[in-house]
Every structure is written in C-alpha cells, then in structure tokens.
C-alpha cells in the first residue's frame, strides 16, 4: 500500500505495529499491573515508598510520550534550527516555578526557614534543599556535564529513560554514568575545601527580594530565554536552515482521520489514548504536574543523580570497596537500609519502567544497537562525563538547573549557562564523528 492511499491506516499498518499485534500492549498491562503489585510490597517496607514509585512511573511515561528531554533543549535548536522543545522547557520552568512560588511563601509564613538555614532534623522551606553554594565547581560540572549529554544522547533523567525504552546507547552511557559519579561527588568535596572553593555564593533570591520579587525575576529571564529562542529561529528561518517541529514524527504516531464515526472500544481510540503522540507543550504541563507532586509529597524537588551516585556506592560496596564516610556518609546509610529503602533509587525505577510502559503500550518498544564499536565507545565517555559533571556540580539537568531554578536558586542559573555551553561545545567537537550527532543543516 501507498502512503497516499489511506493514512489513517499507513498511520496504524507500519509493519511494526500492525492491528493485529497485540503482545506488546498486553506486556504492557501486565508491567503495568506488576508495578501495582510492588506498590503494595513497597508499602509494607515504609508508607512513603509507593509514592516515589507512582511519580516515576508518571514521570517516565510523560518524558516517552511527549519524547520530552531536557538535552534536547540545546540539541534540537542548534541542529534543526526550530525551538519547540526550547520553549517548552521555559514553560516548564515557569508553571513549576509559579507553584512553588506559592508553597514556599507559606511554609515561610509559618515560621520555616531554607533548608541551609534549618537545623538538622527541622523542617524546612519545600524545595530549597536545591539551593547550592554556587562556586567554581558549578561551572566545571555544568560544563562537563553538558558536553557529556551530547555524547550520551540524553541528559541523567533521559538516559534513564531512554535505557527504559530499549536504546543500547543508553545502556552502555547509563552504566557509566554510575561510574563517573563517586569520582564527581569526592572531588566536588574536596574543591570546596579549597580556598579557590570557598569563592562563591549561596543565593536564594526570596530572602532578598521577597518571593513575589523572586519569581517576578524568574518570569523577566525566562522571558528573555523565550526572546532569545524566537529571535534565533528567525534567524535560521532567513538562512533557510529552520525544520518543520513537527517533521520528525514518524507516521504511526501522528493523529488519525476523525472525520469517520467511530465507537470508543476501537483502534482509533486506543491511538488517541496510547500511541500518538503529545506535544512539547503537553508534554511540560504534564511533566510540571509530576514535578510538582513530588515536591508536595515530599518537600523536595525532582532528582536522578544523586540516587545514581548510591547505586555506584552499592555497588562498589559489594565488590569489597571501602568508602570514606565522612564523604559518602549518608549514601553508605542508604546501602546500609537496602536500595528498595531509598525514595530516590525507586522513583528512578518507576521512571525506568514508567519509559518501558509507554513504548510497550504504543507498539513501539525495541532493543536498538544500531550503532559501531567507535559510537560505543563515545557513548560510554559521555556517560562519565555525565556522572562525573552531575555530582561534580551538585545535580543533573533536574536537581542543578530546572529544580534550583524553580525554587529561586541563583545556583540554577549559572548551571544552565555552564551546560549550556558545554553542549554547543560538544556539538561542534565532535558533530560527525559519533552517530547521534550530525553536521548541523547548512545554509540554503
């Protein structure tokens, strides 16, 4: 058949997701159903835990669904010249940063202090737990870290969830993401340590300037991100070097003809619900829905790496490797409580399969290696550079850049500039010579 015949059906009949194939949907369910299951296990070792499970597996099937990643905030601009992702990340930042707004202005109102402030075991302000001493070392690990998610195709979070959905780069880059991240917490110590080290800031802009001032100026930079992004695209659009946002979707998870009368219990239906694809915008609104519920649930913001860095110590652990406590203390405790005790080691699990879920549920879920042994082994490099940069520079893109940035961190933003030039460094270093990152499109 022609792709000009019928596209509702070219739309469903891709040889790989024929009608008839129903296995991958059905292993889905049954996932789905398991995780269900190990909600009820979890609850029984602590009350909390299935909380964590449920936001990661939400979390997870948002970030496949709208095929949402934070790298690609820097990657997809610079190489297909058009912002979509761009500016749904702004607007991200800014839903999530207006909620907060409110939750801190109120625990601030009861008497609560940030939680550098706070005394051991006190409450403390929702969310300012992502407030960081902003030194020399942010800008390194913001750096490295934004030149490792180029090689690795992904940031921390959409390594994770990539693995999830089968891609063997990610498996090769998530393993050494475990590895680059004791490295990175040890030496990030030891920096700030350091006289060079102690030169810095920890700045949390509503103890300044009241928290209407603070998000008042979170909103006025967001806006001129937005600016930015806008005038950039106009910019590759003269060069005729701007890409539809909407080219790269493949056929089978674009809408369906609705013009015919269908039935709910149909295929057009079950497309609608799990195959076709969400919008950027969607997508962010969706995502700030699951960040936000964790910060409720919690009084912490959305993290990966630093239960990453605990999965390295466990692992080590095992192996008979000795870890000094007076830098690896509390994640030596977690191991200590077992991994299935640790609320950020299973929101990471939940997000892993909340990722498997979504593909098996569309119909699209496969191993991929498609790649040489000279991909691999940049993959892996990327990988390292992410651990080592995430812990190195306090956090991913969720913990160092949109989570300190939605509760007002001055550390945020300083992250996002590092990263930010060091994925354009990345591209431009390596563009052509590891698969996953082409020449950008010349000019016309």
């Known amino acids: 058949m022609s792709l000009g015949q019928n596209s509702e059906k070219v739309a469903f009949l891709e040889p ?31 009350t ?14 948002v970030l496949t669904r709208a095929r949402f990643g934070f790298a690609g905030g820097i990657k997809r601009i610079y190489m297909r010249g058009e912002g979509s992702l761009t500016k749904a990340l702004i607007i991200l930042i800014l839903v999530t940063a207006f909620v907060t707004m409110g939750l801190q202005w109120k625990a601030a109102a009861d008497g609560l202090l940030p939680a550098y402030l706070a005394g051991d075991g006190e409450a403390f302000i929702p969310g300012t737990t992502n407030v960081y ?17 180029m090689l690795a195709g992904a940031c921390g979070s ?17 393993v050494f993401f475990v590895l680059g991240t004791a490295p990175g917490h040890y030496l990030r110590q030891v920096v700030d340590g350091t006289a060079i080290g102690q030169i810095g800031v920890r700045l949390h802009f509503p103890q300044v300037m009241g928290y209407f001032g603070a998000f008042a100026l979170t909103a006025a930079l967001l806006g001129v991100l937005y600016w930015i992004t806008v005038k950039y695209e106009n910019m590759r659009k003269a060069e005729g070097t701007y890409m539809d946002p909407k080219g790269d979707y493949e056929d089978f998870e ?50 990966a790496s630093t239960a ?34 640790d609320a950020g080691t299973i929101r990471n699990l939940g997000l892993f399969f909340g990722c498997t879920i979504s593909f098996l549920l569309a119909k699209r879920f496969k191993f991929d290696f498609n790649f040489n042994k000279k991909d691999a082994a940049y993959f892996a490099l990327g990988g390292l550079m992410l651990g080592f940069g995430a812990r190195f ?52």
């Open 158 to 174: 959409g390594t994770l969830a990539d693995f999830g959905e089968g891609a063997g780069r990610a498996m090769i880059a998530f």
């Open 254 to 303: 674009k809408p369906l003809d609705q013009s015919k009368k269908t039935t709910f219990f149909s295929q057009q239906t079950y497309h609608k619900l799990f195959i076709e694809r969400w919008g950027f915008k969607l997508g962010a609104l969706a995502l700030a829905m699951g960040a936000i519920f964790v910060l409720v649930t919690t009084d912490k913001n959305w993290g």
């Open 393 to 444: 520079g306090l956090g991913c893109n969720l913990g160092a850049m949109y989570a300190a940035i939605s509760s007002f961190s001055f550390s945020g933003w300083v992250f996002l500039l590092a990263m930010t030039l060091g994925g354009i460094a990345g591209m431009k270093l390596f563009a052509g010579k590891v698969c996953i990152l082409p020449h950008r499109i010349g000019k016309k």
């Open 48 to 61: 909390s835990l299935p909380v964590y499970l449920i936001a990661g597996v939400y979390l997870g099937y």
């Open 16 to 46: 790989e997701y024929e009608r008839t194939s129903y296995t991958q949907p059905v292993l889905g369910f049954i996932l789905l159903g398991l995780m269900v299951v190990f909600g009820i296990y979890l609850d029984g070792l602590k």
């Open 133 to 149: 001493f902003t030194n020399i070392a942010t800008v390194i690990g913001g750096f490295i870290f934004g030149m490792g998610m």
């Open 308 to 341: 990453v860095l605990t999965l390295n110590v466990w692992f080590f652990d095992l192996l008979g490797f000795d870890f000094n406590p007076d830098y690896f203390g509390s994640h030596l405790a977690k191991v200590e409580a077992g991994l299935l005790s």
